[in-house]
């Protein structure tokens, strides 16, 4: 054990997404173990090279990577970084159908988002636009299956100086792991709390076994909850700085999204509408990744509406509509 190893050592590497840097996580000890990787770009490789040699490591010692979630701001490097240094990859087993890039599941996913965007009532040109951007995304550089591990709730990584403990927190991505160390009450948050950045709750496909759409936003509600059974000290998070009150933090994104429900809800008072139109209601100007945040932030927030017996869908054509119910509710 090196004596003068850091507990956590935050690197913060460029990205070329609207979010800016990523933060990526290294915990030293007897095996080099890295928290998230940073985009696939020869600039965040170049600043997580200079960041690693400013602490006396190199590239080719690191051991484990630990992948809170498949968005490309995270897991990026991965492969790369695999065949750098023979480090294992660990990720949820729901990110990995992303990050191993299988060509056979991939396929089942764009199919699944082109029947979505469909439903969602977007144009055919749109749709086709947002496919290839998923694309274009992902599984450009798959991680080989010989070199990812996977990471339930509860798993522990023992290998740093401290251990730490794996926790489900589907919502913003299904796959979304943190990672607690619970004598200091430190917890590795990825995307699942930010300072000042509401995390989208993203549109994903079914689970395997499933057929339903996970309803991401009542999971992240779920996910919320959950870590308040914690005793967070400092949440160290994806992008931006540490957060010191979980509590006051979970109280403010919880009164965000009821108020963005009930605004989406005024948006339906008249007749029926799809995702697409009150997605360009609400956000009259997004285009391209941002557009497809949008539709998720809508289709989210109708999924609120609905569980709350406030608003019905119907289908008509294979697209879905949305109307207010008649039933007077007075909370979401
Ligand atoms: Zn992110």
């Given amino acids: 054990m090196n004596p003068t190893s850091s507990f956590l050592v935050p690197l913060r590497l ?39 040699a400013a602490h006396g490591h ?6 484990h990577i ?7 701001d995270h897991y990026g490097l991965a492969a790369r970084l695999a065949a750098l240094s023979g480090a294992r990859i660990y990720c949820h087993p729901l ?3 992303v990050i191993a890039a299988a060509p056979a599941e991939l396929t089942q996913r764009y199919a699944w988002y082109g029947e979505w965007l469909r439903q969602a009532g977007l144009p055919e040109p749109i749709q086709a636009q947002l496919l290839e ?24 990584l023992p290998w740093g100086d401290r251990e730490w403990q794996a926790l489900h927190t589907p919502g913003h991505a299904q796959g979304h792991l943190c990672f607690y160390h619970r004598p200091s009450g430190a917890l590795l948050a990825g995307d699942h709390l930010l300072r000042g950045i509401t995390p989208n709750p993203g549109v994903e496909p079914p689970w395997p076994g499933s057929s339903e759409r996970p309803r991401s936003l009542i999971q992240y509600f779920q996910s ?5 059974a914690l005793n967070i000290t400092t949440v160290w998070p994806g992008h931006g700085e540490p957060l010191y009150d979980y509590q006051a ?28 139109q009150l997605t360009r ?3 009259p100007q997004l285009q391209r990744l941002d557009l497809f945040l949008g539709l998720s932030e809508v289709i989210a927030h109708l999924d609120l509406l609905e569980a709350a017996g406030r608003v019905s869908v119907s289908a008509a054509d294979g697209v879905l509509r949305y109307q207010l119910t008649d039933e007077p509710h007075s909370a979401t």
């Fill in 14 to 52: 460029p990205t070329p997404f609207a979010v800016g840097p990523v933060n990526v996580y290294l915990l030293e000890g007897p095996e080099l173990t890295l928290v998230d990787v940073g985009p696939d770009t020869a600039e965040a490789l170049a600043a997580l090279e200079a960041g690693l």
């Fill in 58 to 63: 190199a590239l080719t010692e690191l051991r």
């Fill in 66 to 72: 630990v992948i809170t979630h498949a968005h490309p």
């Fill in 95 to 97: 990110s990995r159908r």
């Fill in 133 to 156: 951007l998923f694309r274009s995304l992902e599984g450009q550089r798959g991680v080989p299956a010989d070199r990812l591990v996977e990471l339930n709730d509860g798993d522990r």
């Fill in 224 to 228: 919320l909850e959950r870590l308040t």
């Fill in 249 to 276: 933090h979970r109280e403010e994104l919880s009164a965000f999204h009821h108020r963005r429900a009930d605004e989406i809800a005024a948006l339906l008072d008249g007749e029926s509408q799809t995702v697409y």
């Fill in 281 to 283: 209601c609400f956000f």
